[in-house]
């Protein structure tokens, strides 16, 4: 079993609607969980970051996290063609004082239909 | 800030020679990642280093691959021989601190002929 498991989709959805993306794990010694997202032919960019449990809210997107469900979502308000890309969550954990090793899901590919 | 810097940004060899990637940190950032990414496996990590220091190399497929930061500003990636497994895309990525986010670069896409 993976560390993190993802949807790889494709997901396709009319413009406007509200998208909703996951990724489960396995480790509860997650922390760190951050959202990227990736362009065709482009470096993964980060989107959101949080930390422990909880929501963030930033313009259309919102991110959720469920420690206790160990489940992650992703949601895109007014979604819009140029939200079309890979989405990839990923995470990581503090062991002993310090890791920076980020665990990342395979990604999920999001299609916006105009 | 002028992000990570990559380069090449595209490299076409051919099996056998030498391959070296090169990466410019975010500056101030202590943590310098080498990632992998290829339709069949996604993304991999390589190699990190922590000030400098390599802290973790257990991704590196094998003893063709090498990595170092001779400084706080610049690593190279070498693949000596270059085979056409190798051909993926390959990204540095750098963050401030532990638990920090990563922030990748545009990428290196290599094709081993």
């Known amino acids: 079993q993976k560390e993190v498991e993802q949807d790889p989709g494709p997901l396709s959805v009319p413009e406007g609607a509200i998208v909703s993306l996951n990724c489960t794990y396995s480790?509860?010694?997650?922390?760190?969980f951050m959202w990227y997202r990736q362009y065709s032919r482009k470096g993964p960019e980060l989107l959101m970051y949080?930390?422990?449990?909880g929501n963030k809210e930033d313009g259309r997107f919102t991110a959720q996290v469920d420690k206790s469900s160990k489940y992650i979502s992703l949601f895109i308000r007014d979604s819009q063609p140029s939200d079309s890309a890979t989405y990839l969550c990923a995470m990581s954990a503090v062991i002993r004082g310090a890791t920076n090793k980020l665990i990342f899901g395979t990604g999920t590919l999001l299609a916006v239909q105009p | 800030d002028a992000g990570v810097i990559q380069s090449p940004r595209h490299e076409v060899t051919e099996m056998g020679q030498e391959v070296t990637l090169r990466c410019k940190p975010i500056?101030?950032?202590?943590?310098l990642f080498w990632y992998r990414q290829t339709m069949m496996r996604g993304l991999e990590l390589l190699i990190y280093?922590?000030?400098?220091?390599?802290?973790?190399d257990s991704g590196m497929p094998e003893d063709r691959f090498s990595a170092k930061m001779p400084n706080a500003s610049f690593s190279t990636l070498k693949i000596q021989p270059s085979e056409p497994r190798d051909s993926a895309v390959y990204f540095c990525?750098?963050?401030?601190?532990?638990?920090?986010?990563?922030?990748f670069g545009p990428g290196t896409r290599l094709l081993v002929l």
């Open positions: 480790n509860s010694a997650f922390q760190y």
């Open positions: 990525a750098s963050s401030f601190s532990h638990g920090m986010p990563q922030y």
């Open positions: 949080t930390y422990s449990s």
């Open positions: 280093f922590n000030n400098n220091v390599p802290i973790d």
């Open positions: 500056s101030g950032h202590d943590y």
